[in-house]
């Protein structure tokens, strides 16, 4: 039974390394969120006492409650959006006949090695010819366009995966192309869609270039923007923005905590599988 | 936007669909082509008008002198003749491959088995919060990554007091700072960042993935590091297929990370291509030379893309 | 640009043809842009505050407590007046405010920013020209020279004048006390030689002699007050300013380099410089690291904090006692939009800032007041910062920062370069040719 043994206790080990690399950079950002305002900081440090009122003087100073609500309403115009129409794409250039199926997947494929870094320049005065600078739609269908083709690219490598009998079976017992992805597919294909709308969240949450250039009000930028009010040009105050950072994250993880479930809980049902 | 026959089938991708089409043949085909068609269009749309849209009208805004600002004035290839002899280029394509490693060959490493080894104790207590920790780093807005990682690197920050504290404190180092470590140290936090979105994607993979087989390779007398290469890779490959992309092109078009840790310094050391086009277009007010420099990133990315699909696809 | 290695399908290309006919149905120009029209200095001058309610839209940067001051105080003066301040972090204010200056509903009043000259060429900022001589203001205010461009904003310090500093800032040499009076060091020093011997006796007593930091080009700090204090004002001025066939390679500028150069061999600098940010440094030595740090009256605020009684500044030391002081400095400065309504009433509050009452409100912010006069008295570092600034301004040595105004790529260009002058991969002639090179390129 040494095989066991050594099993029980490698992947133990491997876990813990990779939770504390990923959290020992994280304490020293819990920690300085915890020190007196305005406390010149470098590096891992024991807090000065603990300094709850740095998160209600981040929130205050930025004015995260508009912050946060815009950064909500975009998520919430993003994401579904951006879920459904990916799937639908992902689903057909996975399982149907396209005309130009191919080359259309290389086109939205190709959105992917797009530099947003010059684009949005242009794309600022595409909207501002569209009347379309400064308002939440504009910026949505901007984030929905940078999206797409990941979306796209993973929902069809998750149905192209789908065994055939699978659609074959549905077709014969007369189901329409629409029936087949919302009836027999989707269940099985929570995990693929959960995940997409967990990422796309998590990307129009701290998507940060494009409110910032598209969204001319600083009032109504997205979350992320808050933090530029504790860098300035010659002065960091460090625990007031380690405080708003977990301001910004913490609806990421909330909403990463309660989907993920749906990772598990996705599992193939048997009588579904090919 | 009626759907005519296209006289060539393009190579479709998947499976296409197969079996005697039960009634008259071409009029069916051509109506559920049409309606495959209505699936993409959706996507399609919002993507060629505000995505592809703009891209295009930044390849025409290359061809001009163009601060960003004032009205641009033509002035033909100059842009991409003065991109042809930048003395960084060379450099900065070179930090960009070399990001590679780091933004695409350890994430996937070290997501694949972080997700093997979630998804085996699936069930067990703890699991979730494992998960959304190696999922943390993702949601991190990058101002935030910049001063955490500053902090580790720093002179006497929690990378050197490790070294010290297990003997190794002539290894320390002022790793931002230093002509050799720069990239390395910059690459890693990459890893940091990228690892949790891998682990992500794999993790949705594993779902798939019949318990059973897992049980019946047990049965056998399978060690995790078997399982691991003979069922849990192989039956990844999708998923890594699209990692592998994203990825790489992460790396390769590489910017706001190293942006807001090192700025491309010390000197040029962790200068890529993205940060010489944020400096134009940004800084420099050189939008139209940034825009003919963008041009050039993007069709080497396209091609890097084609080929990882073309080998995916070979491959499968 | 997306499309090329696979032509695009008939289809694809429809959609684009489709999208692109829909953009300029909506009146879109491929090449988008303000015109250069003359319609930037219109309406006809008056120092007279209009009645009658107004709001006034102000963009800024300032993480102090400055703006916020100077409009409260100015709207507690002219009650119709309201303001609707739009502040963003400094980093994303670069980013952002050209784009933000060139839409229709660009704000009245703007903190002045580098980059922002291209704005000049699109005439999208006010000449307030004509208001500044109705106000006087070249009598009241220091540093105007800063803020005024050339017709196609290339070159500064010539042409019309944009905006007023609301408050000044400068470069001091900042020391501990605590340690000074512990190493027996005599400060302050009348020369740059003297300040060097100080530098060495700290480095002899195990202490970093000058703490700084160069991952973000923080050693810019001290070659721009080196620079001030060995080149001709004149020289160094054109360069700043982008004068055409102005050099930053004369032996004057070799000296200041190789000065600098001279004290990070000498281990006087804080140990592998390139890998602390600005920021960092200053938080180190606020909390008793090293000796003495160049840095600007910005620092104040967190030096004061860290160390208290034991923080000084004074000023650069000439090369020759007794010689007249010169440094590096900057400003908040504001202009005001070409597209405001409002002209009258926004040149009304760049008047503001020159006025006493203004001058309180950026000297409690920790910048120094145009009318360095009005500064009110203050002890411990704050004391020092305002006699530093008084001596300054006395002898009109206020002096640009050279990456500010020369060119739109030298921020960049001088990080790199010092990083690799400091990580001893560029010798000083190099150096200054790369900085020279990017002039060139820029001015030719």
């Not at chain 1, 017992?173 to 959960?194: F, H, K, N």
């Not at chain 2, 003749?81 to 490493?109: C, E, K, M, N």
Request: glycine share 10%.
């Amino acid at each position: 039974m040494t095989v066991r043994q050594r099993r029980d206790v490698a992947a133990p080990v491997v876990l813990t390394v990779f939770v504390a690399a990923v959290l020992v950079p994280f304490l020293s950002l819990l920690l300085a969120s915890l020190q007196p305002a305005g406390t010149p900081l470098t590096g891992l440090a024991r807090p000065d006492g603990i300094h709850l009122e740095n998160f209600v003087h981040a929130w205050s100073a930025a004015g995260f409650g508009p912050l946060l609500r815009s950064s909500a309403v975009i998520a919430l115009a993003v994401v579904p959006a951006a879920v459904v129409c990916a799937t639908l794409a992902g689903y057909a250039l996975a399982t149907m006949d396209v005309p130009g199926g191919g080359k259309l997947y290389g086109y939205l494929l190709l959105g992917l090695s797009i530099p947003t870094e010059v684009t949005v320049i242009p794309l600022y005065y595409d909207l501002r010819a569209l009347g379309l600078t400064n308002t939440v739609p504009g910026l949505a269908l901007a984030e929905i366009a940078a999206f797409m083709p990941f979306g796209v690219f993973w929902m069809r490598a998750h149905f192209a995966t789908v065994p055939r009998s699978l659609i074959e079976a549905a077709r014969l017992d007369g189901a329409s192309s629409w029936t087949t992805l919302w009836r027999v597919l989707m269940p099985s294909s929570r995990p693929a869609v959960t995940t997409l709308g967990v990422l796309y969240f998590v990307w129009s949450w701290n998507q940060f270039l494009l409110p910032l250039i598209l969204i001319q009000d600083p009032a109504k930028r997205t979350a992320p923007a808050g933090l530029g009010f504790f860098t300035g040009q010659y002065n960091v105050d460090v625990p007031l923005l380690a405080a708003a950072t977990l301001i910004v994250i913490a609806p990421v993880v909330l909403v990463y905590l309660f989907f993920q479930r749906h990772f598990i809980n996705g599992v193939l049902s048997g009588a579904l599988k090919g | 936007m009626a759907t005519t026959t296209t006289p060539r089938r393009a190579a479709r991708p998947v499976r296409k669909d197969t079996g005697p089409p039960p009634h008259s043949p071409s009029t069916t085909r051509r109506r559920r082509r049409a309606v495959a068609l209505l699936y993409v269009l959706p996507a399609l749309l919002p993507y060629t008008l505000f995505a592809v849209l703009p891209a295009l009208h930044t390849a025409y805004l290359s061809l001009f002198d163009w601060d960003g600002v004032t009205l641009p004035s033509f002035i033909g290839l100059d842009n991409y003749r003065r991109v042809a002899t930048d003395p960084q280029l060379r450099a900065a394509a070179w930090h960009a491959g070399a990001l590679i490693v780091f933004f695409s060959v350890l994430p996937i490493a070290i997501g694949l088995v972080s997700a093997a080894l979630v998804a085996r104790r699936s069930g067990r207590r703890g699991t979730s919060l494992i998960r959304t920790l190696l999922f943390l780093p993702q949601v991190v807005p990058l101002v935030a990554v910049a001063v955490i990682w500053r902090w580790v690197y720093a002179e006497n920050g929690t990378l050197n007091q490790a070294l010290r504290a297990i003997g190794l404190g002539r290894l320390t180092d002022s790793w931002l700072g230093s002509f050799t470590w720069a990239l390395p140290a910059v690459g890693l936090v990459g890893t940091w960042v990228v690892a949790g979105l891998c682990m992500v994607l794999f993790l949705s993979g594993t779902q798939r993935i019949d318990q059973e087989i897992y049980e019946a390779a047990r049965m056998d007398g399978a060690g995790p590091v078997r399982e691991f290469w003979s069922i849990t890779v192989p039956l990844l490959r999708p998923e890594m297929a699209v990692a592998l992309s994203i990825t790489v092109i992460a790396a390769l078009s590489s910017f706001d990370l190293i942006y807001i840790t090192t700025g491309g310094g010390p000197g040029n050391s962790t200068v890529v291509p993205g940060i010489l086009i944020y400096r134009l277009a940004f800084g420099g007010g050189a939008v139209g030379l940034a825009s003919a420099l963008a041009v050039v990133l993007t069709l080497v990315i396209s091609v890097a893309v084609v080929l990882i699909n073309h080998l995916a696809r070979e491959r499968s | 640009m997306s499309h090329v290695p696979a032509p695009p399908s008939r289809r694809s290309f429809l959609a684009a043809a489709a999208g692109s006919s829909l953009l300029v149905a909506c009146g879109s120009s491929l090449t988008p842009g303000a015109e250069s029209t003359d319609a930037a200095s219109a309406s006809p001058v008056s120092t007279a505050v209009p009645t009658g309610k107004i709001t006034l839209v102000v963009a800024d940067a300032d993480d102090t407590t400055m703006t916020p001051g100077l409009l409260a105080a100015f709207r507690e003066k002219y009650p119709n007046v309201t303001f609707k301040r739009q502040y963003t972090g400094w980093d994303d204010y670069l980013k952002s405010i050209n784009t933000t200056m060139s839409a229709d509903s660009a704000p009245d009043i703007a903190q002045f920013v580098s980059g922002m000259n291209n704005l000049v060429k699109g005439r999208l900022l006010l000449d307030v020209g004509g208001y500044g001589k109705a106000y006087g203001w070249s009598r009241r205010f220091p540093g105007l020279d800063q803020i005024t461009f050339s017709a196609d904003g290339r070159t500064a310090g010539t042409g019309a004048l944009y905006g007023v500093p609301g408050g000044l800032s400068f470069e001091g040499v900042y020391c501990n006390k605590a340690k000074v009076r512990k190493l027996g060091l005599a400060v302050p020093p009348a020369t740059l030689a003297e300040l060097e011997a100080l530098f060495a006796k700290a480095k002899a007593a195990g202490e970093t002699a000058l703490v700084a930091g160069n991952l973000d080009g923080g050693l810019n700090h001290p070659f721009n007050v080196l620079l001030s204090v060995h080149l001709k004002p004149e020289d160094r001025e054109a360069w700043a300013f982008g004068r055409k066939g102005a050099k930053i390679t004369g032996p004057e500028a070799v000296t200041a380099a190789t000065t600098l150069k001279r004290w990070v061999d000498q281990g006087y600098v804080t140990p592998k410089v390139n890998g602390t940010s600005d920021n960092d440094a200053t938080a180190a030595f606020a909390r008793g690291e090293g000796v003495f740090r160049i840095s600007g009256n910005w620092a104040a605020a967190a030096v004061d904090k860290g160390l208290g009684e034991d923080a000084g500044l004074f000023n650069m030391p000439p090369i020759t006692k007794g010689g007249p002081l010169r440094t590096t400095g900057a400003g908040v400065y504001y202009c005001v939009s070409s597209k405001s309504k409002n002209a009258a009433a926004a040149a009304a509050f760049l008047d503001f800032c020159a006025t006493r009452q203004a001058s309180a409100v950026t000297a409690k912010a920790g910048f120094m007041a145009p009318d360095a006069g009005a500064m009110p008295q203050q002890s411990g570092l704050l004391g020092d910062v305002r006699t530093g600034w008084q001596g300054i301004v006395k002898d009109s040595g206020l002096q640009p920062f050279i990456q500010n105004a020369s060119t739109p790529t030298m921020p960049d260009t001088l990080t790199t370069q010092l990083q690799l002058l400091a990580g001893g991969k560029a010798g000083v002639e190099k150096f200054l040719a790369a900085l020279q090179a990017d002039f060139d390129q820029f001015h030719s």
